[in-house]
């Protein structure tokens, strides 16, 4: 069975089987039944994904459909029927649109698992280690929570994985009041108001800048965890991160939910019987410095000396940050006469030029909740061109 300090990685491109060798190989139903004892089989398993948005795995922003499947049908195949997929998109999406646009109806009704879109779930108030915390109903119908996330970058904490992903078991309300706590406390300390007991990170094709994705980088990789403090550290190390650059990470392990530790993790392969000799279904542990290297990719930071942030959502940032990017190809960035005034704390405030209805006072607002990014490209254009002339 796998252990707290291991982490388990399998390469290929046919993402269910890997996915079921993955978990063979983890022996997942062996977990289930020593957390839940005689009532493993009648428990419930929940399966967290993430549909962040709207768009296409293969874009590196939502978990593929055949990694689930080859969750579902691996548990069914051990005795476990009771499952459900829960999962609310960001503020400005509509999960419903990413359960259908995904193939997460298909993928439902083809294995006979319900979907709760957690933002149409009542919520309640739980103590997260000293934080009062709103999470949405389901979480506490779960007897055994199977965390699905993407590996990939983020537009304000640089990189999201297992932790961050939680955030999709929150009410609405509730994810934009994360980004008026500075988002990183929020997330660490909910880790203790709901707990995954098994990772597995869909490490095929992430956005290394995005949440939302849009540039995947390819590595055709699934991986298999119980710690998620140590997989998220293992993600910042291989995106050339360290754990106190993604604050809530060593939040986290001071918390308690983990360990940051990666001098003390196993890296293990798991063969497929044709890679380098390895036997099919057993694990080789591997160099961690010679694993694997991810391209540098700082995009992001490139263009956020034009922004002055306060509490902005992820959607609205990230699709500033789109738009900028846009105008720094084009070489109009550095003709910004002022800086972008952008989120839930620029409410009440005035300035030259905001994104977003929370900047509604200022002289210039791009508006909306939020603004496309081809909308905010084209209002920033407008102005830098007017400006110019």
Same mark, same amino acid.
């Given at each position: 069975m796998i252990r707290r300090n291991q982490i388990l990685k399998i390469y290929g491109t046919d993402y269910k089987e890997m996915t079921r060798r993955l978990l063979d190989a983890a022996d997942l139903a062996g977990a289930i039944r020593a957390k839940c004892g005689d009532r493993a089989e009648c428990a419930y398993?929940?399966?967290?994904?993430?549909?962040?948005?709207?768009?296409?795995? @293969?874009?590196?922003?939502? *978990?593929? *459909?055949?990694?689930?499947?080859?969750?579902?049908?691996?548990?069914?195949?051990?005795?476990?029927?009771?499952?459900?997929?829960?999962?609310?998109?960001?503020?400005g999406d509509r999960t419903a649109e990413a359960y259908e646009y995904c193939g997460y109806?298909? $993928?439902? @009704?083809? %294995?006979?698992?319900p979907f709760v879109d957690t933002q149409k779930e009542?919520?309640?108030?739980?103590?997260?280690?000293?934080?009062?915390?709103?999470?949405?109903d389901v979480v506490d119908r779960i007897d055994y929570l199977i965390n699905v996330p993407v590996m990939k970058?983020?537009?304000?904490?640089?990189?999201?994985?297992?932790?961050?992903?939680?955030?999709?078991?929150?009410?609405?309300?509730?994810?934009?009041?994360?980004?008026?706590?500075? $988002?990183?406390?929020?997330?660490?300390h909910l880790q203790k108001g709901i707990r995954q007991d098994f990772i597995v990170v869909d490490h095929i094709c992430g956005d290394l800048d995005f949440e @939302?994705?849009?540039?995947?980088?390819?590595?055709?990789?699934?991986?298999?965890?119980l710690d998620p403090v140590l997989v998220d550290s293992y993600a910042c190390h291989l995106?050339? %991160?360290?754990?106190?650059?993604v604050p809530y990470v060593r939040m986290a392990e001071q918390l308690g939910i983990g360990t940051t530790?990666?001098?003390?993790?196993?890296?293990?392969?798991?063969?497929?019987? *044709?890679?380098?000799?390895?036997?099919?279904?057993?694990?080789?542990?591997?160099? $961690?410095?010679?694993d694997e290297e991810l391209p540098r990719s700082r995009r992001v930071l490139d263009v956020a000396y034009a922004v002055e942030e306060v509490d902005s959502c992820s959607a609205c940032y990230a699709n500033l940050t789109g738009a900028l990017i846009r105008l720094e @190809?084009?070489?109009?960035?550095?003709?910004?006469?002022?800086?972008?005034?952008?989120?839930?704390?620029?409410?009440?405030? *005035?300035?030259?030029?905001?994104?977003?209805?929370?900047t509604k006072d200022f002289d210039v607002c791009i508006m909306g909740c939020p603004p496309s990014s081809d909308k905010i490209y084209e209002g920033l254009r407008k102005y830098i061109l007017e400006g110019a002339d």
């Open positions: 398993i929940g399966i967290k994904p993430n549909l962040v948005v709207p768009s296409p795995a @293969e874009f590196g922003g939502t *978990t593929h *459909t055949e990694v689930v499947a080859g969750i579902i049908e691996y548990l069914q195949k051990e005795g476990f029927h009771n499952l459900l997929i829960a999962e609310g998109s960001w503020v109806r298909q $993928l439902c @009704e083809k %294995y006979g698992v009542r919520s309640h108030e739980v103590d997260c280690g000293g934080m009062r915390l709103k999470i949405t970058g983020h537009c304000q904490t640089l990189m999201t994985c297992a932790l961050k992903n939680l955030k999709g078991l929150l009410p609405n309300p509730e994810k934009s009041r994360f980004h008026r706590m500075g $988002l990183h406390k929020p997330i660490a @939302e994705g849009g540039n995947p980088v390819v590595r055709n990789c699934v991986m298999a965890a995106m050339g %991160y360290t754990p106190d650059d530790d990666l001098s003390q993790a196993e890296i293990l392969h798991v063969g497929r019987g *044709t890679a380098n000799g390895v036997p099919a279904g057993a694990a080789v542990q591997a160099d $961690l410095e010679a @190809e084009e070489g109009l960035l550095d003709q910004l006469d002022t800086q972008i005034g952008i989120g839930q704390g620029m409410q009440g405030r *005035t300035g030259r030029l905001g994104v977003g209805r929370c």
